[in-house]
């Protein structure tokens, strides 16, 4: 159901905004999503389901824990709650980002809660609203989300392509650009 207080042409400016604010996220994402998509080769996984599980589950942390755990044994069912439990952290992500956004449809709400990560959640909690007494528009985040959400994934399928090609201590090496990334979204919030 569409939004009916949002307009067709200011949905499409707030949705490209969000696209160009996702861009240092991107630039981010990509090295981190590389060194997964590596890894997911290393451990001995298909590409199908590497890259299914970031287009999927789009959750960094959690999708690098989830390898660690296949790759160590662990059961399904043990690997599933684990990665639950460790992204409990978006449901207050959510509540705080949805006392900025209006009332929105059930399926837009879902959608904007597929795409909440660390990062997309820092910038979106920081974006000013449009006007005074405005709140944030949903095609901003929905830009934001999508631009990240592009990038990992790519990334992903990049890594798992280029991983026959990359050592493991190569891959190490870009794992420390999530630590890096989180820093600079937060030292270019102040």
């Known amino acids: 159901m569409a939004d009916p ?3 067709p042409p200011s949905r499409g400016r707030a949705f490209l905004h969000g696209l160009r604010v996702a861009a240092p996220i991107a630039v981010g994402y990509v090295p981190v999503a590389i060194t997964f998509g590596i890894l ?3 451990a001995g996984i298909a590409a199908g389901p590497v890259t299914a599980m970031s287009l999927i589950v789009f959750a960094g942390a959690a999708q690098f824990m989830a390898l660690s755990l296949i790759a160590s044994g662990t059961g399904a069912g043990q690997i599933m709650l684990a990665v639950f439990l460790l992204n409990l952290r978006h449901l207050l992500f959510g509540a705080n ?3 900025r956004l209006p009332r929105l449809s059930r399926p837009m709400s879902a959608l904007l809660a597929f795409g909440l990560t660390d990062e997309v959640f820092s910038v979106a909690s920081t974006e000013p609203p449009a006007g005074p007494g405005q709140q944030l528009d949903p095609y901003f985040v929905m830009g934001v989300e999508a631009g990240a959400w592009f990038a990992w ?3 992903t399928v ?3 392509a280029g991983g026959a ?5 190569l891959a190490v090496a870009f794992a420390t650009g999530l630590y890096a990334l989180f820093a600079s979204i937060a030292v270019w919030q102040v």
Do not use: E, M
């Not at 090609?165 to 201590?169: I, K």
């Open 5 to 7: 207080t949002v307009s």
């Open 40 to 42: 997911g080769r290393a």
């Open 97 to 99: 980002l949805s006392r």
């Open 153 to 155: 994934s790519a990334g």
């Open 158 to 160: 990049i890594g798992y």
């Open 165 to 169: 090609f990359l050592s493991q201590q």
